[in-house]
């Protein structure tokens, strides 16, 4: 059973959407339900590519907690 759902888009991606529904020959709530239709089916999420590079980068350095990267910053800036 199909439903409705009201989007609130920036203008210009809602003047995209319309360009590219219009050159796919689909309308833009088929376009939408393929997309969620993906995300739901994926078994594992893709992490974008900055995100991969990172991957690594601190390699085995200690890195403290936020309590103690507060602690830290209180100590060093509020006395």
Do not use: Q, W
């Amino acid at each position: 059973m199909n439903k409705k759902l009201t989007l609130s888009l920036d203008s210009n991606i809602i003047d995209f959407a319309h360009d590219y529904s219009k050159k796919s020959r689909k309308p833009i709530s088929k376009i939408i339900e393929n997309y969620f239709f993906e995300l739901k089916n994926k078994s594992t999420p893709e992490i974008p590519k900055e995100v991969a590079e990172l991957y690594g980068i601190l390699g085995g350095i200690d890195v403290p907690d936020k309590k103690e990267l507060r602690k830290r910053f209180h100590e060093d800036h509020l006395n």
